[in-house]
């Protein structure tokens, strides 16, 4: 394993020390750091390991939110939708969706979903990325011949966008220790410094090698997410309930849809589901459910399998929408701010930001595609306790740390390094101009070019860039964040001998250390698949 120098930080003095590596987290590090703070961020796990990885991936207004009118969220969402494609536009892509419109409503009728959609162009304005429409029939059959044909009438189509929730992370950390930040996975808050009951400071531990240090930080910032409230009560203070757990599930099926994402509604319930491409697969989901449980140990229940499911095969006709075409499933619970609704289903998603009584910066609630006002908003309220530092919030102009991808890109690549068309575009998808980097890697070494399995398209480079350059520390990191290969057909077990091999030759790993991970790996993927 590599040596990682957490001890070195003993004793420092940060202006900030955010406590949470999730997207919140990683938005208010880059934006901190680059508006001149002293930036340390901590996550108790890997980045995004968190709700951040278990979303439905959509950078969305969120049609279904108009009809609980909730203007001004939608309204934020769909411009940060176009700040986001703007900044990561290797990461978050434009995706368009069909709302079938059958002879039986399942959920909310067909003229309140068209009023619905004119609204969300009209909030999008300039912003917009094209124009809602009425689909015909036998054009929407002929994108999709999965939709029911006896029942259909016609088809609303419109357009969201579709992001790598766990990279999208990764690469505001990335960005965040581009301008000066130091991000650690792997190291947990243990318990706060306080001085005249004001924290001031935190006791950390390594979590690789046990370490455990004490660091002094001007403000701390609160980005635990669903640990929000548990964070809080590590400094004594009294607490008033502010979050309310929502659990949300993803079942992974070989593809069902063509290049069209679905939105549609649950017979039981009238609920708002998607199914949406997501490479060789298609992501069912999600649900919506509160949850009691313990939230660092979150898995799918044969209930809510069969609730999507059966909520998928009543609005389409597919032979895979069956149990035993499951290839993985993936859960993650939403922090939201407590409200006395009924359903979970019903809460609000805005966010709240405060500081309680100890002088922890809390955020609470939010989605992760309003993430960046959610961190410049943070990042605003942290500024006032730094009056000679006066830069302004500048997360929206400066583009992510793979973003600078133009159209040539793809071209220069595959002549500069005599790579195939399909190398650059897999690789220009997840690493945006870094791209270049990995086929640098290579370039001195011919075998990395190699493809890990034949079940995917990733290869051997990516290991090693991911341990050496994306702070990938474990097994895991690497199939279910860096990559999406533990949700894929061979779940990352064909390959896992020959990714140890990579890492233990090329990288020097530790054999035991790695054995261990390959255990505690193999647990997590047959989790993912342990309901009945
Ligand atoms: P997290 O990602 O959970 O991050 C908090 C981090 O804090 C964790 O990684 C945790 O390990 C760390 N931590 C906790 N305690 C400590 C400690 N003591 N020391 C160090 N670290 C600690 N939003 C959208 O915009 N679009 C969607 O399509 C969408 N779909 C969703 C679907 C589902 C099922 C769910 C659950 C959510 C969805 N969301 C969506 C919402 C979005 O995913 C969340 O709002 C967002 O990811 C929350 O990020 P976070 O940083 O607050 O929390």
């Not at 709700?51 to 969120?62: E, F, I, P, Y």
């Not at 929206?396 to 790579?419: D, M």
């Not at 020097?508 to 250390?513: E, K, R, V």
């Amino acid at each position: 394993m590599k040596k990682r120098e957490v001890k070195s930080l003993a004793d420092t003095a940060f202006d900030a020390l955010i406590v949470g590596g999730g997207i919140n987290g990683a938005g208010v590090a880059r934006d901190a750091a680059m508006r001149g703070l002293k930036v340390l961020l901590v996550e108790k796990n890997d980045f995004a390991s968190g709700t951040s990885s278990k979303s439905s991936k959509l950078v969305h207004g969120g049609i279904r939110y108009l009809e609980q009118g909730k203007i001004k969220l939608v309204y934020e969402a769909l411009h940060e939708r176009k700040t986001l494609m703007d900044i990561a536009p290797h990461l978050v892509k434009p995706l368009h969706f069909l709302i079938p419109f059958y002879n039986r409503a399942r959920g909310t009728p067909a003229w309140k979903l068209r009023l619905g959609m004119t609204l969300y162009d009209v909030l999008s304005g300039r912003k917009n990325i094209a124009s809602h429409e009425l689909v015909p029939r036998d054009e929407a059959l002929f994108y999709e011949a999965s939709l029911l044909g006896g029942e259909l009438k016609n088809a609303g189509g419109y357009y969201d966008a579709q992001m790598n929730d766990a990279r999208m992370t990764l690469e505001n950390i990335l960005s965040a220790e581009e301008a000066g930040a130091a991000c650690l996975n792997y190291v947990s808050v243990k318990s706060f410094v306080t001085e005249n009951g004001k924290v001031c400071g935190a006791k950390l531990k390594d979590e690789l090698s046990g370490d455990e240090i004490e660091v002094k930080a001007k403000k701390v910032v609160n980005a635990a997410g669903p640990w929000g409230e548990m964070l809080q009560r590590l400094t004594g203070a009294q607490t008033k309930k502010r979050l309310r757990h929502s659990k949300g599930v993803h079942l992974i099926l070989p593809r069902v849809n063509n290049e069209k994402a679905f939105l549609l509604f649950a017979q039981s319930d009238g609920r708002v589901f998607f199914v949406l491409p997501w490479g060789d697969y298609s992501i069912v989901g999600t649900t919506d459910t509160d949850y009691k449980g313990d939230i660092d140990n979150i898995t799918t229940t044969n209930e809510e399998v069969e609730y999507l499911l059966n909520a998928a095969r009543d609005n389409l006709n597919h032979p895979y929408l069956s149990k035993e075409h499951i290839v993985s499933t993936y859960a993650g619970v939403r922090p939201l701010v407590y409200e006395p609704k009924q359903r979970s289903y019903d809460t609000s998603r805005e966010h709240e930001i405060f500081e309680d009584d100890a002088g922890l910066l809390c955020i609470f609630g939010g989605k992760f595609t309003t993430y960046r006002v959610i961190a410049k908003q943070a990042t605003d309220k942290l500024m006032k306790y730094f009056p000679d530092k006066r830069a302004e919030c500048a997360t929206a102009q400066k583009l992510l740390y793979g973003g600078n991808i133009t159209p040539n890109l793809y071209r220069e690549l595959s002549r500069e390094f005599s790579a195939t068309e399909v190398l650059t575009t897999h690789l220009v998808s997840h690493y945006g101009a870094r791209a270049r980097e990995i086929l640098e890697l290579i370039k001195q070494d011919a075998a990395l070019g190699e493809k890990l399995c034949v079940n995917h398209n990733h290869i051997a480079a990516e290991v090693v860039y991911a341990a050496t350059h994306e702070k990938s520390c474990t097994l895991s990191d690497f199939f279910s964040r860096r990559t999406f290969i533990r949700h894929s057909k061979c779940r990352g077990l064909d390959c896992i001998e020959k990714v140890k091999d990579i890492l233990q030759k090329i990288l020097s790993y530790d054999a035991d250390t790695l054995a261990q991970q390959e255990e505690k790996y193999k647990i997590e993927v047959k989790a993912d698949l342990s309901f009945g």
